[in-house]
């Protein structure tokens, strides 16, 4: 059974800062892995989707980069802003196409 | 750009009632999944659907069941509710024939009282 994991749980930078989070799975056979924001109560938006041949994709301020073989992805921001902060959730596409998802690293990027 | 549209946003029931949420899909999109989210957890994978079949089929109770339309959308009727179904549920949709992001609604807030 696929497990994702995240790290820290928990965040908290001034503004400006460069920043990573952590994620890994324990089932290296996935299709994709994507990068999701939800601000409380809200819906999820996409920031990024890694395929599995791929190493890494960039957005704007936003890197993500997969590590299939040791399973781990992390997602780097660049020059944080309070407009960052939000939950953010890493997500693994595995058989059935369904979404494994990991617990979230809460954000909070201060002013 | 459309996006994945979820009716309704809010919906409060008492237990042992019944409740249907649905899910209207990007268009062109053939496939539809769903998940809940319960208070601070992550989201779990109830149920997905391709051209009106099932394709895959998750942490989902027996007492729920989903169907999808000749329209693609999709329905989530959830029968006996408990107030642990007090949760956020999601639907998501993407396009089979190629890899693809899950596109993922606003979400219906359900309240079991």
């Known amino acids: 059974k696929q497990e994702v994991t995240q790290i820290p749980a928990a965040l908290s930078v001034p503004e400006g800062e460069n920043l990573v989070l952590n994620c890994s799975f324990t089932?290296?056979?996935?299709?994709?892995l994507q990068w999701f924001r939800q601000d409380p109560g809200k819906g999820l938006t996409s920031l990024l989707l890694?395929?599995?041949?791929?190493r890494e994709q960039t957005s704007g301020r936003l890197n993500a980069s997969l590590d299939k073989s040791s399973g781990r992805s992390t997602l780097y921001i660049a020059a944080s802003q309070p407009g960052d902060s939000a939950t953010y959730l890493c997500?693994?596409?595995?058989?059935?196409?369904?979404?494994?998802f990991g617990e979230g690293t809460q954000l909070t990027v201060n002013p | 750009a459309a996006g994945v549209i979820q009716s309704p946003r809010h919906l409060i029931k008492e237990k042992r009632e019944t409740a249907t949420l649905k899910c209207y899909p990007i268009?062109?999109?053939?496939?539809v999944y769903w998940y809940q989210q319960g208070p601070g957890q992550d989201p779990q994978f109830l149920i997905s659907?391709?051209?009106?079949?099932?394709?895959d089929k998750g942490s989902i109770p027996d007492r729920f069941s989903a169907q999808q339309f000749s329209d693609y959308h999709s329905e989530l009727n959830m029968s006996s509710l408990e107030l642990g179904d007090s949760a956020l549920y999601f639907c998501?949709?993407?396009?089979?024939?190629?890899?693809?992001?899950?596109?993922f609604g606003p979400g219906t807030r359900l309240t079991v009282l």
């Open positions: 998501a949709s993407s396009l089979q024939l190629a890899p693809d992001t899950q596109y």
């Open positions: 089932d290296s056979a996935i299709y994709n």
């Open positions: 890694i395929q599995s041949s791929q």
């Open positions: 997500a693994v596409e595995t058989s059935g196409s369904r979404l494994t």
């Open positions: 268009p062109r999109h053939d496939t």
């Open positions: 659907f391709y051209e009106k079949m099932q394709s």
